[in-house]
Nanobody
């Protein structure tokens, strides 16, 4: 099985910065894309940023120019540097590993998605 674990959330004042980290573990053979989504109270989960194994990135319009997603393929890890944070960025942030191929014990399993349990980010003065 594959596990995805986030870290780095917390509370920060408006204009501040936070860095989120996420690592996928298990008998992983490959991961297509990794990324971040977030869900604010009373709202649907939304995409924040993704990055493919080749380094192609995609950002939500609301975070472009403020957030930077990066990835370490060797560690099956993804990071989210968040700068110029605003109260509207307050949410639970979820890490996602998309289209994962892994050894399932008896055979290879392909194209499975895995999610972390989320980490809270609060931006408030």
């Amino acid at each position: 099985q594959v596990q995805v674990v986030e870290s780095g959330g917390g509370s920060v004042q408006p204009g501040g910065s936070l860095r989120l980290s996420c690592a996928a573990s298990g008998s992983i053979l490959s991961i297509n894309a990794m990324g971040w989504h977030r869900q604010a109270p009373g709202k649907q989960r939304e995409l924040v940023a993704t990055i493919t194994s080749g380094g192609i990135t995609n950002y939500a319009d609301s975070v472009k120019g403020r957030f930077t997603v990066s990835r370490d393929n060797a560690k099956n890890a993804v990071y989210l540097q968040m700068d110029s944070l605003t109260p509207e960025d307050t949410a639970v942030y979820y890490c996602n590993a998309d289209r994962v191929t892994y050894w399932g014990g008896s055979h290879v399993r392909q194209n499975y998605d895995f999610w972390g349990q989320g980490t809270q980010v609060t931006v408030s003065s």
